[in-house]
């Protein structure tokens, strides 16, 4: 199907950007990779008379390290953050999540910011970023920015805290260098949204984990964080035995969705095996 007809623009810096959606309003829509808007448009589920491109924002481009974080310009396409190696030294749970996402073309043109600003809860890169405690800096009309921790961005289905008039600028990372990671995803098929997945890094010492992190994607509306998980697994030996039984709990509490691939209790099932062996491999190796 033809998308609708609409007017074009393509800022070339975030204050035109900014602009332009003060202009227009709820009848303009932000493109990014174009991913996630595409699709919908070329189905008339969405019909805005106004689309602003992004993609001349060079200023919303790339990865740099800020200390004790890595900042990742929200333009930045998934194959750039899969291969950096400031993403692969400091926050190897991103970069081993991202190379899950579809495929490579997808990669090549879908970018990091825009996906976690869909918010799709089976997308992969929202679970990562929430269990690492990224943060996110948006723009605001007058020039103003301000910074949102994961644990609020997530609003709700489809939904974040980026206002109608805002722009995601940039995704500030915590260092968790020397961490182990692994993103566990089960699908059906290959290049699949994720059934169920499950972000895991560790800090290990001396075979005990020290500290872990946690988070499940499409177990909700959102991603969700298993902090109670981690406590639990705060000073357990990385062993097997040891993680199957404090990660029994993790699919407590959650609302997955049930579908042609599987109701919520299949999905609570997964979450606690894909949870074991995320944390296993992230602990071990």
Do not use: C
């Not at 975030?14 to 070329?42: F, N, T, Y």
């Not at 500030?172 to 699908?187: D, L, M, Q, S």
């Not at 994720?194 to 992190?213: D, L, N």
């Amino acid at each position: 199907m033809i998308p609708a007809a609409f007017d074009y623009a393509a800022p070339t810096t975030v204050d035109e950007a900014l602009a332009l959606l003060a202009e227009h309003g709820e009848d303009a829509k932000l493109i990014a990779g174009g991913q996630s808007l595409l699709p919908v448009l070329r189905l008339r589920l969405n019909a805005p008379e106004f689309v602003i491109d992004l993609g001349r924002i060079d200023a919303l481009r790339g990865v740099r390290d800020d200390g004790g974080a890595l900042v990742v310009g929200a333009m930045t396409t998934h194959a750039t953050v899969a291969t950096d190696p400031l993403i692969a030294q400091h926050a190897a749970l991103v970069s081993k999540a991202v190379r899950t996402v579809a495929d490579a073309q997808v990669r090549n043109r879908g970018t990091f910011g825009g996906a976690l600003a869909h918010a799709d809860p089976a997308g992969d890169v929202g679970a990562p970023a929430l269990a690492l405690g990224a943060q996110f800096v948006i723009a605001e009309q007058g020039g103003g920015r301000r910074t949102v921790d994961a644990g609020d961005f997530f609003v709700d289905l489809f939904e974040t805290a980026i206002g109608e008039d805002e722009l995601l600028t940039e995704i500030r990372i915590p260092k968790h260098t020397g961490w182990g990671a692994h993103y566990e995803k089960f699908v059906r098929i290959a290049q699949q949204w994720s059934i169920v997945a499950v972000a895991a890094t560790v800090r290990a010492e001396g075979g005990t984990i020290a500290e872990a992190r946690v988070a499940l994607t499409n177990m909700g509306a959102t991603p969700l964080r298993a902090t109670a998980v981690e406590e639990l697994l705060r000073g357990r030996p990385a062993t097997e035995d040891a993680i199957r039984d404090a990660v029994s709990s993790v699919a407590d509490g959650t609302s997955p969705p049930a579908d042609l691939n599987g109701d919520a209790d299949y999905r609570r099932h997964l979450a606690r095996v894909l949870t074991r062996r995320a944390v296993l491999t992230a602990a071990t190796g």
